[in-house]
């Protein structure tokens, strides 16, 4: 496990790095930019990359972090990754769930499915 | 009603969050009532200090809530020159899905029981009721 910053932890897999916000809630303006900061260098670090984003500490988030998801997921596919995210407490996947955005990340219970999804997609 | 004035800064909204949350918590509202108060007053006062305020520091939000045993009704005003709440595309369809920004209104209209603005659009009052009507909790779930 190699920290980065504050607000996540890297974690290099077989087929994937998987990226961990640490932070409880993720709320403030300085708080998302630093975070979007730490997801992009990680994200920059390779072409085809493969994505897990692992929200297991997560219990509160805004609507801007959504959007930060959204720009982490373009700059991915841009570069011919792959994006998946798991360990989304209920409360959380709700509001995926009310802003649709279900439709466009694919959501995995753990890291283990998210990391066995990418495998089969290879 | 307690009333509080705050700068337009990101961090100036916690204090009175937090406050807000115990007297929830002090009234036995349940957890999924407590989240959904926390996420629609951030919602608020990030679209008041980015679209209202436009993060001019010169420029306060006043926040005025009450909390009783059956409901939190709480009103958000910013110094803008307001918006019409009726135009805000929808964020969950086509393109907008895409985009990174669109999301709050719809977020704090799901969570909470009433959402309305003032007729200039620069105050919204919310209202959560710790029994939610069912009618309305349906509504949340429906697919459009």
Known sequence: MVPVKPRISVEYAENAVII???DEK??????????QESVMSVVEQAERINIILDFCNV???????L???????????????KLKLCNI??????????????????????VESAAESLSAED | MVSKVVES???????????ILSELEAKNFNQDGIFAVHLAVEEAF???LRHGNKMDPNK???IDYLVSGEKIEIFMTDEGNGFDPDVVPDPRCGENLYKPEGRGLLLMRSYMDVVEFNERGNSVRMVRYKERPRLKKNLNQTQV
Do not use: H, M
């Open chain 1, 89 to 110: 407490n209920p409360k959380i996947y709700e509001i995926f769930k009310i802003t649709r955005l279900t439709k466009i990340f694919d959501i995995y219970e753990d």
């Open chain 2, 60 to 62: 306060e939000i006043k």
């Open chain 2, 9 to 19: 800064t990101p961090s100036a909204i916690e204090g009175v969050c937090r406050r």
């Open chain 1, 20 to 22: 961990t916000f640490t």
């Open chain 1, 59 to 65: 219990r509160f988030l805004s609507s801007a972090v």
């Open chain 2, 46 to 48: 990030l679209n008041a």
């Open chain 1, 26 to 35: 993720i709320l403030e303006e300085k708080d998302i930019q630093a975070l």
């Open chain 1, 67 to 81: 959007g930060l998801l959204i720009r982490v997921s373009k700059k991915i596919y841009e570069q011919d990754g």
